[in-house]
């Protein structure tokens, strides 16, 4: 059986993220700044796009087949692309932006071939590209550590999104699914609900964590790679994929566009400085 209702799991998601974070700050495990009202200002508008990319992504994975979505995420790419180019100022190579075209080229052959075209998933799919590469700009714009720092970023994200995220999730129905459904006092369910949202706050952590010491635009292209992993995978032992020449040709140019990049990003001679990581900095080093 199918769980319900994928806004009140991001609101699970968020909870979680809240709790491990604040729970490793009292700790003295990680460092962020506490809350100030200059804050929700240095934030904006990240907490709009986190929220859109959760709802979006956690909607479309329901409507579509899992390698159909894999696929269509591979949009994402060359959305932050543009997007650095234009808000962070950053400039790619020819042989850069030739491998990220032939990702996108992959893409469009496979979902040719995707007999069960279901528009309502389409829309949410894509959605879910514009979120996510807008997010993951703001995001490595953001995360200075001298201001909120990576940790502080996902925490606030998911204080600030939290209450309205559980509104939407009360006034279309979603939470009065998840309350009617039928596993609650299943413990099986329980623990594959829970670790969900842990594996929620892992995913987006990693994320942050690989825009931070790279860029948002290799972070989209590792994500590319591993779904393509996926995507094999739901060929072999799910029951919703519908085989097809052409969508297997399309997932094979998606993979060498994906490899391609990585060996010109590890390659290049002039590799990007990590930042400094102050969060991590004891305090009385800092002062």
């Known amino acids: 059986m199918i769980f319900p209702s994928p806004i009140f799991l991001g609101v699970g998601q968020m909870a979680v993220t809240i709790t491990i974070l604040y729970v490793s700050k009292l700790n003295k495990i990680i460092h962020f700044p506490d809350f100030d009202k200059k804050i929700p200002v240095k934030l904006f508008p990240l907490p709009l796009l986190y929220v859109g990319n959760h709802i979006s992504g956690l909607s479309s994975t329901s409507k579509l087949s899992l390698p159909m979505f894999t696929v269509l995420r591979k949009f994402t790419i060359p959305l932050t692309l543009l997007l ?72 606030y994200n998911a204080c600030f999104m939290i209450i309205p995220t559980l509104v939407i999730s009360v006034s279309t129905g ?6 009617e459904f039928g596993q609650w006092k ?13 594996l929620g706050f892992l995913l987006m952590s990693s994320t942050a964590l690989c825009s931070y010491y790279n860029s948002a635009l290799t972070t989209a292209v590792v994500g590319a790679i ?26 094979n140019i998606c993979m060498a566009g994906g490899l391609r990049y990585s060996f010109l990003t590890l390659s290049s001679p002039a590799k990007p400085k990590p930042p400094a990581d102050e969060e991590n900095v004891p305090l009385d080093l800092k002062s």
């Open 84 to 155: 650095e180019a234009i808000i962070l100022g950053k400039q790619y190579s020819l042989s850069v932006i030739t491998s990220v075209f032939a990702i996108i080229v992959g893409a469009f052959v496979a979902a040719g071939s995707d007999l069960a075209f279901n528009w309502e998933g389409y829309i949410f799919v894509f959605l879910n590209d514009i979120f996510t590469a807008a997010n993951s700009v703001y995001t490595k714009q953001k995360m200075d550590p001298k201001e909120l720092g990576k940790y502080g970023v996902l925490f």
């Open 174 to 179: 979603d939470l009065q699914q998840a309350t």
């Open 186 to 198: 299943d413990v099986l369910f329980l623990l594959q609900f829970l670790l969900s949202c842990f």
């Open 226 to 251: 591993k779904n393509v992993s996926v995507a094999y995978i739901g060929m072999l032992v799910g029951e919703d994929y519908v085989f097809s020449p052409l969508n297997f040709v399309g997932l």
